[in-house]
């Protein structure tokens, strides 16, 4: 067999980034070799994208694939004898596809009670107050400040992670880093992982879930040029922000290796002046598509240095 055919299940509540999720699996398995079909089998199924890889392959993409943020389950298929035709159903059945009869062989099943464990309202958060006391707060999502915003499900950081994936990549930057969402899933994908933010009350919390944490205004970046190997954020969404967020796309430009990516999930009144602002610095834009987020129209943007 040239190719070995794999089966992803997007989770339900983003399958409407459907193209999203086709593309986080790309950027993840790229270096092994994958690519995306059009078409494949239980293609009358909602949520259903195929990923095909070299049969060598396999065994690297499996220790993956818990990384995954937009997809829940991976199958692939393995050949039976032709006895009967199989009825056409649900993953986890007997298929019948080109001529030959396949059963599913589940390869990876996302753990919904770890992944809810470490979302947001679960976690514990090391916060300053006015007075300098700092708290351990449970479940720490943000604060109010037009400049702030509330924390990413688990799906759409780890997405975010992914997104920038390469081999290669060591030094991880956040620079919007918020309640840390973005930069514990990059250390957990093995990272080093700096994290800046505006809000001192922030600096302990994110220090706690990286490897080095700067108090620091993202469009002034006290990190040197060209030290940064891939770049995740999810800057503020309210306009008030809207000038400092495009502002902090030349930083991010300054302080990114040439080959490094950057992924960002950003209010969509902010994408105009984000993709005219990487096109005059000579950004490559290689994923655009539009997700809401709680109401908000939003898009997730991945550009190239």
């Not at 986080?24 to 293609?43: F, I, K, N, V």
């Not at 298929?95 to 390869?107: D, E, N, P, V």
């Not at 991880?172 to 700096?194: C, H, K, T």
Request: proline share 5%; aromatic share 8%; glycine share 8%.
């Amino acid at each position: 067999m040239d190719e070995v055919l794999l089966i992803f299940s997007t989770r339900p509540s983003r399958r409407k980034a459907g193209t999203t999720a086709v593309a986080e699996a790309l950027a993840l398995l790229g270096d092994l070799g994958a690519s995306a079909p059009t078409g494949g089998p239980l293609a009358e199924q909602a949520g259903i994208f195929w990923i095909s890889l070299p049969p060598d392959s396999i065994d690297a993409a499996q220790a993956r694939l818990p990384r995954l943020g937009y997809t829940e389950a991976v199958d692939s298929l393995e050949l039976l004898p032709r006895k009967r035709r199989s009825r056409k159903g649900k993953v986890g059945e007997e298929i019948f596809w080109h001529g030959q009869l396949y059963k599913l062989k589940r390869l990876y099943q996302e753990d919904a009670q770890a992944m809810r464990e470490m979302a947001p309202d679960r976690r514990t958060f090391a916060y300053s107050t006015t007075n300098g006391e700092v708290r351990q707060i449970r479940g720490y999502r943000g604060g109010g400040d037009p400049l702030t915003r509330r924390g990413l499900p688990v799906c759409d950081a780890r997405l975010l992670v992914n997104l920038v994936y390469s081999a290669e990549s060591t030094i991880f930057l956040d620079p919007f880093g918020g309640v840390g969402g973005i930069i514990l899933e990059a250390y957990e994908s093995g990272y080093q992982v700096v994290s800046c933010d505006r809000d001192s009350a922030l600096r302990y919390g994110l220090k706690d879930l990286g490897d080095l944490h700067c108090v620091a205004n993202a469009a002034r970046l006290p990190i040197s040029s060209r030290s940064i190997s891939a770049i995740a954020t999810e800057p503020p969404y309210h306009p008030e922000a809207d000038t400092a967020v495009i502002s902090s796309l030349k930083e991010m430009y300054r302080v990114l290796k040439k080959g490094g990516r950057v992924s960002m999930l950003c209010a969509y009144r902010q994408v105009e002046g984000i993709k005219k602002t990487a096109a005059y610095l000579g950004l490559l834009l290689k994923h655009d598509a539009s997700i809401d987020r709680k109401n908000l129209a939003c898009a997730i943007l991945v550009f190239e240095k």
